[in-house]
């Protein structure tokens, strides 16, 4: 699935827009390449995270464009930017254990706050609530305790 927004100002939500608004917006050739590149990082990550036994339920990317070029300028796949669910506690029609920043979104719901900055202090439950989620789909995902984790290198052959 592929469901395209604009960027709304600091503070509002995203507009959702069909496809064909996309088009308007970018012109045909980028809209498509949009969508391609979209779906092709989306089943990279549905992939890892199908082999770790985690469903990656939506995610969300963020891109610009600079000369014609699209350019993805934001976080990617990360659980700020997507719902992962462990596989074996999926069921159909009922809300899904969740391993990702959703113990936040949660919390933030029972306040009466308009969402604009700055945003309200996290309690520490919510705080170690979210970071153990980002912890085990870490582990689960790489295979390794963040603890232990290496970073690869990166080399520049630009």
Do not use: C
């Not at 503070?11 to 064909?20: A, Q, S, V």
């Not at 933030?108 to 969402?115: F, G, I, P, R």
């Amino acid at each position: 699935m592929f469901s395209p927004a604009t960027k709304a100002q600091q503070g509002e939500h995203d507009e959702n827009i069909t496809f064909g608004q996309t088009m308007e917006i970018l012109g045909d050739e980028l809209a498509e390449r949009l969508k391609q590149l979209s779906l092709e990082i989306y089943g990279f990550g549905r992939d890892v995270a199908e082999q770790s036994d985690i469903i990656l339920a939506d995610t969300k990317f963020e891109f610009g464009h600079k000369n014609g070029e699209l350019l993805l300028i934001d976080e990617v796949l990360t659980p700020d930017s997507s719902r992962f669910w462990p596989k074996e506690s999926y069921g159909v029609g009922r809300g899904q254990p969740s391993l990702d920043k959703q113990p936040v979104r949660d919390w933030l719901e029972t306040l009466d706050w308009d969402k604009s900055p700055p945003p309200p202090d996290l309690p520490e439950d919510v705080v170690l609530e979210s970071s153990e989620r980002y912890k085990d789909v870490f582990q689960r995902l790489t295979g390794t305790a963040l603890a232990d984790y290496q970073p690869p290198i990166f080399r520049d052959d630009r």
